[in-house]
């Protein structure tokens, strides 16, 4: 497993848990989220998850899973299932990109 992934899962998982927290935390989870939610959007539009960037998504696919499904579920739990609903569609998205990337490059 790869520092990023470990990185990247930690924030993931802090972010989910900020959403069960009191204000301004919950708030501050909630941009948060939403922010990177629309940059990641941005960057699925753009053909970003190609390459090195996609060979990343599917060496971190199970760990991602985990706490994506975390933090689907958090945003459910607390009120924000149309933010819940959109974090599940991009994780597919951005998965079905990489291995898309992958058969074709491959």
């Known amino acids: 497993m790869r ?3 470990v990185v990247s899962t930690a924030i993931a998982v802090v972010q989910s848990s900020l959403l069960f927290a009191p204000e301004p935390w919950h708030s501050l989870a909630f941009y948060a989220i939403a922010i ?3 940059l990641a959007f ?7 998850v190609s390459g090195d ?3 990343q998504i599917r060496d971190g696919v ?3 899973s ?4 975390y ?4 945003l459910a739990l607390t009120g924000h299932p149309i933010l819940a609903a959109i974090s599940l569609v991009l ?3 951005l998965v079905a990109a990489a291995f898309r990337s992958e058969v074709a490059h491959g």
């Open 71 to 74: 933090q689907i579920i958090a």
């Open 42 to 48: 941005v960057g699925l539009l753009a053909g970003s």
């Open 3 to 5: 520092k990023v992934h």
């Open 62 to 64: 199970l760990i991602s």
């Open 53 to 55: 960037t996609a060979q």
């Open 66 to 69: 985990a706490s994506s499904a």
């Open 36 to 38: 990177f939610a629309g």
């Open 91 to 93: 994780n597919v998205l």
